[in-house]
């Protein structure tokens, strides 16, 4: 058995794979024993899990707790503990479930690599909205069950074509990773700000309009009095995310290019 530390870091940050790895693995896998029936019929990992991401995406992942999905199971924590170890090993089952939904039957993508990568991108974020609990949960060191390597072996298998190494492949999918949780995490936590504060991002920023016209007018921003007055995001539909991604996307056909042309 292999064993991990309580579940969470020193900045009250929840991590992945902080649990018993091999019981997570064995229920990602299921390979694992199967508990005998229980006082609670239809109990299963299935509907433990269901019912945390539920929790998770209603209240917060701090609202998550063994007896609080034992609560709305209609059953006792001790239960739960038949099924799942503990919270540790809950989470990684409810990270594999959110982040890597399963495809459709038949479901094989066409298109070209760069297709595969603006898809890839464009529903990770659209999950990470879904579930802002996502952003945290330190993923850094992610247990890998079948959901999570079809869902790599699908997008791998897309951009193969790109002509790149393998580490360079694999440093491809880590980059567009990162930079969907950093834009996901900005435009979750400006919908947090509006709600907790009631202001629109128009209202916040309208309201420092007439401190801003007076520091323009001292002529010590020269380049941002220029900028034209639907230059903000909370002052135009511009797609910040789409101009990004497609800006990075870019940077990839060059290298893809010049691959190319070395072979």
Known sequence: MTSRPANGTANGTDSSGSGDIDRTLELLWDTGPRPSRGPKPGLSVDRIVDTAIHIADAEGLDAVSMRRVATELGTGAMSLYRYVPGKAELLDLMLDRVRFPERPNGDTDTGSWRAALESAARDALAVHRRH??????????????????????????????????????????????????????????????????????????????????????????PTLASLSPDTFAFTAGFDHFEFGLGRILDGLEVLVQQRGEAG
């Open 132 to 221: 802002p609990w996502l952003l945290r949960v330190n993923q850094s060191r992610p247990l890998l069950g079948p959901r999570a390597l079809a869902t790599l072996e699908h997008l791998l298998g897309r951009i193969r074509p790109m002509g790149l190494t393998d580490p360079e492949l694999v440093s491809t999918v880590v980059m567009i990773d990162g930079y969907v949780v950093g834009a996901a995490r900005t435009q979750v936590h400006q919908e947090e700000a509006a709600r907790s504060t009631g202001l629109s991002d128009a209202e916040f920023y309208g309201a420092q309009v007439p401190a801003l016209e007076k520091a323009m007018a001292t002529g010590a921003y």
